[in-house]
């Protein structure tokens, strides 16, 4: 289905002028052939007057970025797009498959308390009031939030996401006519797209995983290359919803958590990481001063020592830098020896 634009419909102000004049003409004419008993005069301006408002039927206005697909009859005639005044044949209906859905995203959100309780199927709320929805298509930037999914990474330990998809409708018949709902199409492909990428990273740096594909391990990972993993969801999503007239603008992952059964157990892992790698940093540093202290004793040639007090001095200085307690100073007042 290719797009058509209708670009010889914007006469919306002319069309509304000349049935505006015909419906005064028919009032004057019906009274001018009541007065001259013109019977047939008479019987066609009370014709008129009575469906003389049908053809206004057919005039629409449309702002900015918002388009308008019309079909005649079942057939598919063109797609309205600008703002501007525009007249169609009036027997023209248009047609917007996703106007009564209702998605977790911007031009979606209708104010007041109740306005997460929408009946989409039927377009009323249940506080009571009716709402007709519009039957034009929104061209704007709009952002998807989907809900957090509980999603098992390459180790299989679950994890919960949830992603922030910017999108818009370039192509009306595509959106209307190749999909039979926009929006929760979309919707479903970020779903499928989150768990399809997800499933191919851990959570944190692993070893022996390869998340590329190139068949060497390597240190991806959803919680150190979000934005990659973010660049291969918003590819995965294009792909899939590019037979139904949408561009993904941008894809970002907007909460990123372990699922809470193991949330516990993993953060005792983090903190032992944590403390793994903190000794290992003291201890290397450790033993960087104990052989600088060592090789100054020996140049400077004040203190001489043998193999077993450098040993002894070497395990004191060692309790003394890598111990996570201040030490208690003890003066020897005798021999060394």
Not at 7 to 25: D, R, S, V, W
Not at 63 to 88: D, R
Not at 118 to 135: A, D, R
Request: charged residues 20%.
């Amino acid at each position: 289905m290719e797009e058509k634009i209708l670009k010889n419909k914007e006469n919306g102000m002319l069309a509304l002028l000349g049935f505006t004049l015909l419906y005064l003409g028919s009032i004057g004419l019906c009274v001018f052939s009541s007065m001259e008993n013109l019977t047939f005069l008479l019987v066609v301006s009370i014709v008129w007057l009575t469906i003389g408002w049908f053809p206004l039927i057919g005039l629409k206005v449309l702002k900015p970025e918002e388009a308008l697909v019309i079909t005649l009859f079942g057939k598919y005639i063109g797609t309205l797009k600008g703002n501007g005044f525009y007249y169609v044949n009036p027997f023209s209906s248009s047609i917007n498959p996703a106007a009564k859905t209702k998605l977790k995203q911007s031009g979606d959100i209708e104010s007041g308390k109740n306005s997460n309780l929408s009946l989409s199927g039927y377009g009323m709320n249940l506080n009571g009031s009716t709402e007709i929805p519009s039957k034009k298509i929104s061209l704007k930037i709009m952002t998807l939030s989907n809900n957090k999914q509980k999603i098992n990474d390459c180790l299989g330990n679950p994890i919960e996401i949830s992603i922030a998809v910017t999108w818009k409708v370039i192509d009306t018949a595509k959106a209307v006519f190749n999909v039979d709902n926009f929006k929760e199409y979309l919707s479903l492909q970020c779903d499928s797209a989150l768990r399809s990428i997800v499933r191919t990273y851990p959570y944190d740096v692993a070893n022996n995983v390869d998340t590329t594909g190139d068949g060497y391990a390597d240190e991806g990972s959803l919680r150190g290359s979000s934005e990659t993993v973010a660049q291969k969801i918003k590819d995965e999503i294009q792909e899939k919803v590019k037979e139904a007239g949408l561009e993904i603008v941008e894809a970002k992952i907007i909460y990123l958590a372990y699922a809470p059964e193991i949330a516990a157990a993993m953060l005792q892992r983090q903190q032992a990481s944590a403390i793994i790698d903190a000794r290992k940093m003291i201890v290397e540093g450790a033993v960087g001063m104990v052989d600088m202290a060592l090789d100054l004793l020996e140049k400077s040639n004040s203190v001489k020592l043998d193999e077993e007090r450098k040993a002894a001095m070497v395990s004191n200085l060692l309790v003394v830098l890598c111990g996570n307690k201040d030490t208690q100073p003890i003066i020897n007042s005798g021999s060394l020896y």
